[in-house]
């Protein structure tokens, strides 16, 4: 039996009970249109809406703000149940940029973006990356301009989540010469917004539900009280202040895909005949998957130690960066793994491990590529 995430000694009654109540209707009023939405490429922004009137989608911002006041792990409880039913996870980005306005909003922006964050009115994604410009956020070329009461601001974006349907953007742009401290975070309410236009939605190799696009900006003008915090120069320190949070929104997930993954594979070669007996009767079957089912376990209790100590304040950059990149690792490990045991069925996209498999390729790269993680964990190391 593989571990469950209520196992652990911060999943206690309420958050288990919250977890079933998120799981049934994920289960009952999203999974089944989940098809569909591959189809059309993104998932309707109204379907959010009704995330957030259950409570879903940002219970743990402050009740002052709409929120229930919960702590950061509700959050990582739907995220983990959003990836158990193949579900795209569009609200890490949403809560990603509603988690820098909590921090560093003033209070005016803070009661103007969150409460809709919370219910769904608005669904957020964060401008980050450019055509020049991914993992090097120093190389940042979009551009903001002061003037009057406005910024004016001209650039381009690309995979950028959420891209084709939120209507609230984290834009990060320059706001001044100095590589880093030039670098401002400015929030654009997009709907209707002059200069303002959504690119291609871009067709990618998993993750078909989750829209992903370009994004492009003509002389858009701003209010100046849309800069984050009201203060230029600060978007680097920013961008980087929940680093062990967002990565916690990456591996929980990976966790999630790693244990569906082997419970549908141990299912399929215990039904599967070949030579007269089942896959699961092959010694190397059972082999390969005792290695993937002792994986999952591994990789859950890291990640539920990981969640612990970001709930206790003392989740560090470098286990976190730790967290995200071996668990994505492994998640790509187990899911082609478990392929391999379907035969030419797991190439095929209706099964589900094909689309696991698939899905799993870009955890390596976004959120900071494996590669950068590494960097950063040795940078420690050779301290």
């Known amino acids: 039996?593989?571990?469950?995430?209520?196992?652990?000694?911060?999943?206690?009654?309420?958050?288990?009970?919250?977890?079933?109540?998120?799981?049934?209707?994920?289960?009952?009023?999203m999974a089944p249109h989940l098809e569909e939405w591959r189809r059309q490429g993104h998932v309707p922004r109204d379907i959010w809406r009704g995330f957030g009137e259950m409570g879903f989608l940002l219970p743990e911002m402050d009740e002052t703000y709409g929120g229930a006041g919960c702590s950061l792990a509700y959050q990582l409880v739907v995220q983990?149940?959003?990836?158990?039913?193949?579900m795209p996870l569009n609200t890490s980005v949403h809560t990603i940029a509603a988690h820098y306005i909590l921090a560093y909003g003033t209070e005016e922006q803070k009661k103007r973006w969150l409460p809709g964050l919370v219910s769904g009115e608005f669904l957020s994604g964060i401008a980050m990356t450019e055509p020049g410009a991914g993992s090097d956020l120093k190389a940042?070329?979009?551009?903001?301009?002061?003037?009057?009461d406005h910024y004016v601001i001209d650039g381009a974006k690309t995979f950028i989540t959420n891209g084709f349907s939120a209507n609230l953007l984290v834009m990060v742009v320059r706001t001044g010469d100095h590589p880093s401290r030039g670098v401002s975070l400015i929030v654009l309410e997009t709907q209707d917004l002059p200069g303002f236009r959504v690119g291609r939605k871009l067709e990618k190799l998993g993750q078909h539900a989750s829209d992903t696009a370009e994004l492009y900006l003509d002389n858009v003008r701003v209010p100046v009280n849309h800069l984050l915090g009201g203060v230029e120069g600060e978007g680097f320190i920013q961008l980087m202040s929940q680093l062990p949070y967002e990565r916690?929104?990456?591996?929980?997930?990976?966790?999630?895909?790693?244990e569906r993954a082997v419970e549908l594979t141990v299912e399929y070669t215990k039904q599967r005949k070949a030579f007269g007996q089942t896959v699961a009767d092959f010694q190397n079957t059972r082999f390969k998957l005792a290695?993937?089912?002792?994986?999952a376990h591994v990789v859950r209790t890291f990640v539920n130690d990981c969640i612990q100590r970001l709930?206790?304040?003392?989740?560090?950059?470098?286990a976190a960066?730790?967290?995200?990149?071996?668990?994505?690792?492994?998640?790509?490990?187990?899911t082609d793994e478990c392929l391999q045991l379907f035969g030419g069925y797991g190439y095929m996209a209706e099964y589900p491990i094909a689309?696991?498999?698939?899905?799993?390729?870009?955890?390596?790269?976004?959120?900071?590529?494996?590669?950068?993680?590494?960097d950063l964990i040795a940078r420690k190391v050779f301290e």
Not at 248 to 258: D, E, Q, W, Y
Not at 291 to 295: L, N, P, V
């Open 140 to 148: 940042i070329r979009t551009r903001a301009r002061l003037e009057g």
């Open 248 to 258: 916690m929104l990456l591996a929980v997930p990976a966790a999630a895909a790693i």
């Open 291 to 295: 290695e993937c089912a002792t994986m």
């Open 355 to 374: 689309r696991l498999y698939a899905d799993a390729r870009i955890q390596k790269i976004y959120g900071g590529a494996n590669e950068v993680m590494k």
């Open 321 to 334: 960066y730790m967290a995200k990149w071996w668990c994505s690792e492994q998640q790509c490990r187990v």
């Open 311 to 318: 709930l206790d304040g003392k989740l560090d950059n470098e």
């Open 1 to 29: 039996m593989l571990p469950q995430l209520h196992q652990h000694a911060w999943m206690d009654a309420e958050i288990e009970a919250f977890r079933e109540q998120a799981r049934r209707y994920i289960a009952g009023e």
């Open 80 to 86: 983990d149940e959003l990836a158990k039913q193949e």
